[in-house]
């Protein structure tokens, strides 16, 4: 049995995949436990797992950052955010250790640069998960940070390397607030953060399927390739008695989710208000945000802050999103068509990968508008294609895999808590 820290970074959708380890972690007869901010405490304890909340964190400064859902400034806000936090999980790993011992292993993603900096200090063993196929580092298959690096994929190996090879135009928000966390701790900063600090040398984890991105031949060595997730707390979560009735009392409504952390989509939901009154069908919308929410709704759409994706999404026709990971994935599992609206991170890839799929469409948030969108969710309601193909990828999901395999992978990986034991801070 050994205690791992888990260390997930950003919103709601890059923490469900955390809790998903830890819950197997735990099966396994290991001890985890979740470090991260303290919005995200009460979800973590209901699944039953540990948690240590951030002594510091901006998480709140940032989802209120009007531009974090913005192609471009959306990166270098999330990037300053996962600087400023590094001494801030370097701190939590350091003050568990003191009452805990050391951990035997970190995950964490690879903007978590507190993990890195813990392993280069301590020698603790540390996984980079990646849950979204942009993490990628690829010449092969570059991917799309913004929809006009498909024009790299177009061009010859040699030029693609060439443009490529440079450090991650973004690190310069987070590097001055990494080199101050490293000189506080006494470790050698990194030269690059997309060169030097973004795969772990002790083992890379990819959550995301082969069919889904195909491994190429510049990805880590030390890689392991699993399945989604899927997790969405469906196990302590369940459908309101309201919500269940409005699924049952007429045709297959469309679901809109501009995702979990997006608090300025108000014209996001006027404009999904324009398409279901345009096609005479009922609607979900999915916001913790009330001012989200246009005035004066129809008793045809009906809100909810949050349900469990894979109870509601088998209720649907469409889901119209932002391309989350998760939510891109349990679409899938369920068999759900996809209109994505690309707004900024990982989106415009996972937005190409669903269309190469043939599960959905695409627009561009930018775009996002009745004119546009209009055509778009009509053919994937009523194009049977787009449904069929969506059944074909929820039946590969369908077939689960045993996890014993990666909880023995992870095992391989773990340190024994007796060697180099941390010191409490002076």
């Known amino acids: ?185 006494g470790v050698k900063a990194p030269r690059s953060l997309r060169w030097d600090w973004w795969d772990s040398p002790d083992g890379v984890l990819a959550l995301f399927p082969d069919w889904f991105a195909r491994p190429q031949p510049d990805w880590p060595r030390q890689l392991l390739q699993w399945d989604f997730p899927l997790e969405d707390l469906s196990g302590e979560e369940s459908l309101s008695p309201e919500l269940r009735a409005f699924l049952a009392e007429g045709d297959k409504p469309v679901l809109f989710t501009p995702g979990t952390g997006h608090r300025h989509a108000r014209r996001y939901f006027e404009t999904a208000l324009e398409l279901v009154q345009a096609l005479r069908c009922r609607a979900i919308f999915v916001s913790r945000e009330a001012g989200q929410i246009p005035d004066g709704l129809p008793a045809s759409v009906r809100v909810v802050s949050y349900a469990p994706f894979s109870l509601v999404l088998p209720h649907v026709s469409v889901c119209v999103h932002h391309g989350g990971i998760g939510t891109l994935a349990q679409c899938l599992a369920a068999g759900v068509p996809q209109l994505i609206t690309p707004m900024s991170h990982d989106q415009f890839d996972t937005a190409d990968r669903i269309e190469k799929l043939g599960a959905g469409l695409s627009v561009l948030a930018t775009r996002f508008s009745r004119r546009t969108a209009l055509p778009l969710l009509s053919r994937c309601m009523h194009d049977r294609s787009f449904r069929d193909h969506s059944a074909a990828h929820a039946r590969r999901l369908l077939q689960k895999r045993d996890v014993r395999p990666l909880i023995a992978w992870l095992e391989a990986r773990m340190q024994d808590a007796h060697i180099h034991p941390i010191a409490p801070a002076s």
């Open 1 to 185: 049995m050994k205690k791992v820290l888990l260390l997930p970074h950003g919103t709601t959708g890059d923490v469900l995949p955390f809790i998903w380890l830890a819950r197997h972690l735990k099966q396994g007869g290991h001890q985890p436990t979740v470090i991260a901010a303290s919005v995200f405490e009460a979800i973590t304890r209901r699944a039953g797992i540990e948690f240590l909340p951030l002594a510091r964190d901006d998480f709140e400064e940032m989802t209120a950052h009007p531009g974090l859902f913005r192609m471009i400034e959306g990166t270098r806000v999330a990037h300053g955010y996962a600087g400023r936090a590094t001494g801030d999980y370097a701190a939590a790993i350091e003050a568990w250790s003191v009452p805990n011992g050391r951990p035997g292993l970190l995950l964490a993603p690879m903007t978590c640069f507190g993990a890195r900096l813990m392993r280069e200090k301590h020698g603790i063993p540390l996984v980079t998960v990646h849950a979204s196929s942009l993490l990628m580092n690829s010449m092969h298959e570059p991917p799309l940070f913004i929809p006009a690096f498909r024009w790299l994929r177009k061009m010859p190996l040699w030029l693609r390397t060439w443009l490529l090879s440079g450090p991650n135009p973004f690190d310069r928000f987070a590097e001055p607030h990494v080199r101050k966390a490293c000189a506080d701790h």
